[in-house]
């Protein structure tokens, strides 16, 4: 950069300008929320299951007033926590 000086006034050439930094990639957006009902249909279980799971803090929840939501990324993590090995847990 090669500034020039007129009468204490610095002066410099639109070139020497440090270019703006790039706005930021686009993210994909949010996986939509789930409502109970929804949440119920991909666990196969009633709306009212998941609203005991909700009820006993196992499954975090978004409240948006009276509207209750799940988190898609929750609603995974509550049934990786739930998944067994397959083996038998007593055996004889």
């Known amino acids: 950069m090669n500034p020039i000086s007129l009468d ?8 020497d300008l440090v270019p703006p930094v790039p706005p930021q990639q686009a993210q994909d957006p949010p ?3 789930l409502t109970i009902r929804q949440a119920a249909q991909q ?3 009633s709306p009212s299951a ?3 799971y909700i009820s006993s803090h196992r499954l975090p929840v ?3 007033g009276r509207a209750i939501r799940i988190q898609p990324t929750d ?3 509550f049934i990786s926590a739930h998944r ?5 847990p007593c055996p004889t």
């Open 8 to 15: 204490g006034y610095i002066m410099v050439r639109r070139d």
């Open 31 to 33: 996986a939509a929320l």
């Open 43 to 45: 666990l196969s279980l």
């Open 50 to 52: 998941v609203h005991n």
């Open 62 to 64: 978004i409240r948006l």
């Open 75 to 77: 609603l995974a993590e």
């Open 84 to 88: 067994q090995n397959g083996k038998d």
